[in-house]
Every structure is written in C-alpha cells, then in structure tokens.
C-alpha cells in the first residue's frame, strides 16, 4: 500500500514538473514575442476620413502620405481594415476597443462612458494622452460641433468624469497647444483635423490633396523629429468610402519602424492593442483578441528600454537573485517616480509611487520562485527598466 501511494506521489510530483516547465516554455515563448515590440517615448495617432487604400496610395492627390509609405522609417500594411460604419464607431473602436453600442454619429445618450479606454489606461500606468483637436474653441469643449469641428471625430469626450475609467476634460485640447517642443508631448496623442481638413469634406482628388498638405504642414516636425528621438507616427482612416470591404491606409512611422509593405491583415483592434502591449496597460475591449503588430520593427530588447536612458541617475537592484527581500538603490531622486513590477509574461503584479526617496525595498516573500521585470518612471517616461530573479531557500 505503502508503495503504491509512494509511486502516485512521485507521478503527480512528476506531472506537476512537466506542467510547470511546458507553461514557462509557452510563457517565454509569449514574451519573446512581445519583446519584438519597442517602447516608443512618445505615438502621435492622425486620422483621416473616408477613403479607401486605393484612393490614398499611389495616388498623386497624396504625394506626402505616399512619401511616409515608402520611405525607410515607413510601414504601409497593405491589408489594414476599419471596423465598420459609419464614421463615430471606428473611433470608439480604436479608443476603446468597442464602439460602445453607438452606430452612428449623433453625440451618444449615454455618455460619459465608464468601460476601459486608451486615455485611463494610460493614466493608471502613469503615463499620459491627449487629443489635439483642429477648431476646438477651449480645453475640455462638450459640443457637438463647431467652425468644422466635429465632435463624433474625438472619441475620448465621451469618457470625461470622474467616475470608473472617466479622465478628466484636460485630455481634450485645441491643436493650438500641440507643443512644438515634441519632448514634452504626451506618451500617446491623437490628433483630428477639422472636416474640411481631413478629407471629409470636398470632391477628390482636390479633397485627398488638401489633407495630405494639411499633415505635411501641422505634424512635418515632428515626423522628422521621430525618426531620431524614439517616437513614432501612426496614420491611418477612420473607415473608407462606405465600401463592404472597408478596406484603409495604415501607415506607421519612426526611427524604430523597418520600412516595407506588410500584407498583415490588422483592424483598428490591432493597432489599440499593439500600443497597449507597447506600454504593458493591459487591453480595452476588442483589443484583447486582436493580432498584435509585431513584424516592423527595428527595435528588439527585453524591457524596451536602455538601462542608461538616464545619465543622471544610477539605479541598483540587489540582491539578484533575491528570497524574501529586493532592494532598489538611487544615487539621487529629485521629485516622484513609479517602480513597476511585471511578471515574465509582461502583465502588471505591483506598483510604488517613491517621492524623493533614494532608498526602496520590495517584499518579494509572497512572490513564486522565477524571473521578474521590473520599470523605473519619472515624469511619465522609462528611466530604466530590467530583470531579477526571485529565488526562495
């Protein structure tokens, strides 16, 4: 008897082994993947209005647009879908990973929202987004149109309050306060054109011209200012010409962007969720089940980040491995900053706000036995980022 509860012990002991290395081998194998992707310092997202991909490129109506397609800090995906129509959905879609069961353009009945958005999850990892809307006539302005610009084009109205996942009417700014100074732009921007801007309005290809002249003249800054700072440009449109097919340019640009035409099929879902997994928020709605963008970039690192992003500041964790106690160790911490901690899949387990403090210590007790990542950030940028080992005696 004795014998037998032995050899069922060593079984279950043996089988318990096997799941937990074939689980860490698909877990790895995830962040492997996800390590592809960059952690740009700052996405401006522009958005356009309906045309088709075969109205847009290739066309001599958009001679700056195609200019981004086909340039060496340039990705065309030749295959990228908005969702529906008409217009007001698709921007929920790629706000908030639902279109919140509002199918058309009226200002919805039942706003201010309370689901998952980019702009709060962006805020409770404590890093920012605002929308720079063309014609908006004051911060935080609630009506539904005016000098051309249109409400149902700046999704993140609808999430203003102060209830569950509302932000604050800060996020909502006329494009006069984008900052000619990039550095100090928010980590994800969208900017919006008026109608007449954004090639609503108007009869092609006279109408195509006029916006593609419109981003060269607002965003050509920053779009040469990206190809050396760590940023990234997203163009794309909110559906196309009412067509079935819906079928869209989408274009991504900056210095870690490989250039090249990709045949990925990717909807707004997937370029929500790419940046989502860029900065480890978690994901909002339809996002969840969406492909991640993985395959045009430059960039491939563990954490994202260089470990001496900040020359000003050195920061030291040990011990490495650790048991029941990590400590972080700052040669100097002027104001407050935010440790991190992921597990080796990416997903957020804690998080500290330190203020003014040179000294931290992590209990790792309650943590299982492997590796860990961890996030240093000030003033909503990556100061470091890097990895230890939790090893319990």
């Known amino acids: 008897m004795f014998s037998i509860l032995h050899s069922i012990r060593i079984a279950a002991i043996l089988i318990f082994v096997h799941l937990f290395f074939v689980e860490s081998a698909f877990a790895q194998k995830d962040f492997n993947k996800k390590s592809a992707l960059p952690l740009p310092d700052h996405i401006v997202v522009l958005i356009f209005e309906n045309h088709s991909y075969d109205a847009i490129i290739g066309s001599s109506a958009a001679p700056h647009i195609n200019a981004l397609a086909n340039d060496s800090n340039g990705a065309l995906f030749t295959n990228s879908f908005a969702i529906e129509h008409p217009s007001q959905p698709n921007y929920l879609d790629l706000f908030s990973g639902s279109n919140q069961g509002v199918t058309n353009d009226n200002v919805p009945s039942n706003y201010p929202f309370t689901t998952p958005n980019?702009?709060?999850?962006?805020?409770?990892?404590?890093?920012?987004?605002?929308?720079?809307?063309?014609?908006?006539?004051?911060?935080?302005?609630?009506?539904?149109?005016?000098?051309?610009?249109?409400?149902?084009?700046?999704?993140?109205?609808?999430w203003v309050g102060t209830g569950t996942n509302q932000i604050s009417n800060y996020v909502n700014q006329p494009l006069t306060n984008f900052p000619t100074d990039y550095s100090t732009l928010p980590t994800v921007s969208f900017v919006i054109p008026t109608l007449v801007n954004d090639m609503h309005n108007g009869t092609d290809p006279t109408t195509i011209t006029i916006g593609d002249t419109w981003m060269y003249n607002n965003l050509n800054g920053y779009i040469q200012w990206a190809k050396t700072h760590n940023s990234l440009l997203i163009v794309t449109f909110d559906e196309d010409d009412n067509s079935p097919v819906n079928q869209i340019t989408t274009i991504f640009y900056g210095s870690m962007v490989k250039g090249g035409h990709y045949s990925e099929n990717i909807t707004h879902y997937s370029i929500l969720r790419t940046i989502e997994e860029m900065y480890n928020i978690g994901f909002a709605g339809n996002a969840a089940t969406a492909n991640t963008i993985y395959d045009c970039w430059r960039l491939v690192d563990h954490t994202g980040v260089s470990n001496a992003v900040n020359n000003q500041n050195t920061y030291q964790v040990f011990p490495n491995p650790a048991n029941d106690k990590l400590d972080f160790s700052f040669d100097n911490n002027e104001g407050v900053i935010a440790i991190e901690i992921l597990d080796a899949i990416g997903r957020k387990m804690d998080s500290y706000i330190l203020d003014g403090t040179t000294e931290f210590s992590l209990n790792t007790s309650a943590y299982f036995s492997g590796m860990f990542f961890y996030n240093v950030i000030k003033n909503n940028k990556p100061l470091q980022s890097g990895k230890f080992i939790v090893q319990h005696k």
């Open 118 to 158: 980019l702009a709060r999850q962006l805020s409770d990892y404590y890093r920012s987004f605002k929308t720079y809307s063309e014609n908006l006539p004051n911060q935080g302005y609630d009506g539904a149109s005016l000098n051309y610009y249109a409400r149902k084009h700046n999704p993140a109205a609808n």
